[in-house]
C-alpha cells in the first residue's frame, strides 16, 4: 500500500529564517505531488505541483518555492519567512488520470512565523 | 462569488442523529466530487468519490450529487461522537490536472 510521510509535524520560525519543509512518498512511482497551505476559514489553497523529477508548477506568486530531487520526494522552502507564510502546510500525492485521479494528503506541518 | 461554497458550521448533533452536509457550485465543468474528512491538526482523508448524479453508499455515509442544480451533499447516518471532524468537499475537472476546488469545510460536532 502507499504511504506518505511529511514531516516535521510543528516548526516555529522567526521572520527571515529559512523554510524546508519535506515530504515522500512510498508504494508507488511517478506520482503527481502537490504543496497545499490551508488557512483558516479559506479552504485549501494550491501552492505547488509536479508531474515529475524537476517538473515544478506554481499555482501562486510568493515567498515560497518547491523542488522535487527525486521521483517520490517532494521539497518546500523559502529563502526568509514572512509572517504571511504562517498556516497548515499539506503534501499530497495522486495517481491516474483524469476523473481516476484521486488525491491522498500527508499528516501536515504546522507553521508559525514569528 | 465563490466556485465552491460551503456553510463553515459549527454543526452539533446528537449521537444517533442523521447529518447533513452540503455544497453549492458554480462551474459547471465540475465532472468528480470528493468528501474529505479532516480532524484537528491532521492531513484530510478522502472518504467519498463521486463523478456522476445520484447516490453512492458506504456503510454510514451517502454521497449525492446534482449536476444540474450544482449541489452536493454527504449524509451520515448514525452519527458517532469518532464522526466530530471538518468534513470538505473537493471538485475537479477531467484533464484539469487534477487541481482541485475545495470547499472551507463544515465543522462537526457529535455530541453524547
Known amino acids: 500500500s502507499q504511504t506518505i510521510h511529511q514531516w516535521p509535524a510543528t516548526l516555529v520560525q522567526p521572520v527571515g529564517s529559512p523554510l524546508s519543509l519535506e515530504c515522500t512518498v512510498e508504494?508507488?512511482?511517478?506520482?503527481?505531488l502537490y504543496w497545499y497551505r490551508q488557512a483558516a476559514g479559506r479552504g485549501l489553497q494550491l501552492l505547488f505541483y509536479?508531474?515529475?523529477?524537476?517538473?515544478i508548477s506554481s499555482e501562486v506568486p510568493q515567498n515560497l518555492s518547491a523542488s522535487r530531487p527525486q521521483d517520490r520526494q517532494f521539497i518546500l522552502s523559502s529563502k526568509k519567512l514572512l509572517l504571511s507564510d504562517s498556516g497548515f502546510y499539506l503534501c499530497a500525492w495522486s495517481r491516474g488520470t483524469g476523473a481516476n485521479e484521486k488525491l491522498f494528503f500527508g499528516s501536515g506541518t504546522q507553521l508559525s512565523v514569528l | 462569488q465563490k466556485e465552491v461554497e460551503q456553510d463553515p458550521g459549527p454543526l452539533s448533533v446528537p449521537e444517533g442523529a442523521i447529518v447533513s452536509l452540503n455544497c453549492t457550485y458554480s462551474n459547471s465543468a465540475f465532472q468528480y466530487f470528493m468528501w474529505y474528512r479532516q480532524y484537528s491538526r491532521k492531513g484530510p482523508e478522502l472518504l467519498m468519490y463521486t463523478y456522476s448524479s445520484g447516490n453512492k453508499e458506504d456503510g454510514r455515509f451517502t454521497a449525492q450529487v446534482d449536476k444540474s442544480s450544482k449541489y452536493i451533499s454527504l449524509f451520515i447516518r448514525d452519527s458517532q461522537p469518532s464522526d466530530s471532524a471538518t468534513y470538505l468537499c473537493a471538485m475537479g475537472v477531467t484533464g484539469g490536472g487534477n487541481k482541485l476546488t475545495f470547499g472551507t469545510g463544515t465543522q462537526l460536532k457529535v455530541e453524547l
Open positions: 509536479s508531474v515529475g523529477i524537476g517538473q
Open positions: 508504494g508507488t512511482s511517478n506520482p503527481n
